[in-house]
Structure formats: C-alpha cells, structure tokens
C-alpha cells in the first residue's frame, strides 16, 4: 500500500481488522440490494448464466452439484460521492469529481463454488 493511501482518514482500501464489519454490511442475497435495479437485473443474469454453466459441466463430468458453498461478486465500479472528497479536507478546496457524460462500462465478476459428489 503506498504511503500516500496508508495516511489517509479515508481509504479504498479495507483495514484488516474491519474485514469482519465490511462483509456483514454487505446484502447476503439478491433481493437484500436496494434500488439499481438494472444492476441487480445484470446480476440476476450473471448468476443465472454461471449456474447454467455450472450445470452442464456437471453432467459432462457425471457428477452432480449438491448446494452453493461460496458465492462472490466483484468488479470494478466507478464510485463517485461528495462525502469522501469533503472529508479529505476541512474546507471546500477538494473539488467534486467530473463524472463522465455517455455510456459507462461496468464489470461485474460472478464466482459460484458448488459442493459437488
């Protein structure tokens, strides 16, 4: 981590002893996500999609999927808030980000684990 990151009051980055805090924040299952419902649609298919996959592998391989033992989501997401910029500073100096006008790719990465026999 540079030292730059390292000194900041706010940071990207999750400290390890707020691991623990940081996933219990996060929704457990598609319907705990509140509003972006074109994201969670995107998702949904992600999710569908992977399951699918997962499936047909399994019967070419013979064996049979019994449950979901791991799931996970990730990507990289533009984030942009007036929140994080203000508390970098005490006064208004830190202008707000420029989001950018058009279209925006966003990448969502589904990893399914399934216990298999």
């Not at 540079?2 to 990207?12: C, F, G, L, Y």
């Not at 972006?36 to 569908?48: G, H, P, S």
């Not at 100096?93 to 298999?116: D, F, M, Q, R």
């Amino acid at each position: 981590m540079a030292s730059k990151e390292k000194d900041r009051i706010i940071s990207a980055s999750v400290l390890p002893d707020e691991q623990s805090y940081e996933y219990s924040l996060r929704p457990k299952r598609l319907t705990e996500y509140i509003g972006q419902q074109k994201v969670k649609d995107n998702l949904a298919i992600a999710i569908e999609a992977a399951k699918a996959k997962a499936e047909q592998l399994a019967k070419d391989l013979g064996i049979r999927l019994v449950r979901i033992v791991n799931f996970s989501e990730g990507g990289n997401y533009p984030i942009y808030g007036r929140a994080e910029f203000k508390a970098l500073s005490a006064d208004d100096a830190i202008p707000l980000p420029e989001i950018p006008v058009g279209e925006n790719k966003i990448v969502s990465n589904v990893t399914i684990t399934y216990e298999v026999r």
